[in-house]
């Protein structure tokens, strides 16, 4: 069962033993399988998008045993690395998105997290560890698990690039996010099994993005009743959940100090984002004790303009 393995991932004394936890791309065979890149982006051929490498390089895998579970192995260049996440810790941690800590009260009016956390006080000290999450677009409302035409704002630009060239390397054509989950884990953190179901297109795939310290994430099936399988998910690795595996239970029961820390590597001549060096001198005090993971989220079907909760009665004639 999901939550016997959360368990056993989970717990600290005594603490697991990863053995079967499948290290892509080092996996045993049986268990990945390298993928080709299903489409070239034109435009992204030969020069950085938002961070990522140019898509012919990147190192796509599938897990046989859990059909439509994509993985691409880190195609973030080390600028993308440490732009994603000083945009997270930065920019996304602010109005108009909507944070975990809005119904604390822990913030002023006119103050910002990243504005009171990069003090370096003690006030600092114990608001650090408090961001859990931040919600994008369409806000995801924790309670109902509905999404509603009266709760979103914009999502930021580079968030929608930057997922649609990652879909759209896999043969995806038709992504747009349009819900975003910025989840802020600490070392002692953990997400509980779930499924993703509150989109009214659960056709489209869900764009996984992660940074900084690694994580034992568990995929089970489409009961809970299913047995899970584990898998490392290191900085700037993506999963994306399409087809069959968009509804299959998920979760992350541990936070693993990361053993390479590629948002610390040289710069290349392949960058194409760049980040001011005193916000990332900032930020990069943050991930090394932290792991971030962009949720992303196509909400509306193709061609629905928005969702049916509001649609009644908006159609009045004057
Ligand atoms: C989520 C989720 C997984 C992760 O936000 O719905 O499943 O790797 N996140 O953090
Ligand atoms: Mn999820």
Not at 29 to 45: E, K, W
Not at 131 to 152: P, V
Not at 287 to 316: F, T, W
Request: net charge negative; hydrophobic share 35%; with cysteine.
């Amino acid at each position: 069962m999901f939550k016997d393995y959360f368990k056993y991932y989970k717990s600290r004394n005594p603490p697991p033993n990863n053995e079967n936890v499948i290290d892509v791309p080092n996996g045993a065979s049986q268990q990945v399988r390298r993928l080709p890149v299903q489409c070239s982006i034109p435009y992204n051929t030969d020069r950085s998008i938002f961070g990522l490498k140019p898509v012919n390089s990147w190192e796509i895998f599938e897990l046989p045993h859990i059909p439509g579970l994509i993985f691409i192995k880190n195609p973030f260049t080390s600028s993308g690395q440490r732009y994603w996440i000083t945009r997270c810790f930065k920019d996304y941690s602010r109005k108009p998105n909507k944070l975990n800590i809005d119904v604390h009260g822990v913030l002023g009016e006119q103050e910002t997290w990243w504005e009171v956390c990069t003090r370096g006080d003690q006030r600092a000290a114990v608001l650090i560890p408090k961001l859990r999450w931040a919600t994008l677009g369409y806000h995801h409302n924790w309670d109902t698990k509905h999404y509603t035409e009266d709760d979103k704002i914009e999502i930021p630009g580079d968030v929608d690039e930057m997922t649609k060239a990652i879909a759209k390397g896999l043969g995806f054509d038709n992504f747009k996010a349009e819900a975003a989950i910025i989840n802020f884990y600490r070392m002692n953190s953990t997400l509980a099994g779930h499924v993703d179901h509150s989109e009214d297109n659960l056709d489209a795939p869900l764009v996984s993005v992660s940074f900084g310290q690694s994580a034992i994430f568990l995929i089970g099936g489409l009961k809970y009743e299913d047995p899970a399988h584990a898998l490392f998910v290191h900085s700037g690795d993506v999963l994306v959940m399409s087809g069959e595996s968009r509804l299959r239970y998920h979760g992350v029961p541990r936070i693993v100090t990361a053993g390479r820390t590629p948002w610390d590597d040289e710069q290349s001549k392949e960058d194409d984002v760049f980040v001011n060096s005193e916000d990332w001198s900032k930020a990069r005090s943050f991930i090394s004790e932290a792991r971030i993971n962009m949720n992303v989220r196509r909400v509306l079907k193709s061609g629905q303009m928005k969702l049916n909760d509001h649609e009644a009665g908006s159609e009045i004639d004057f």
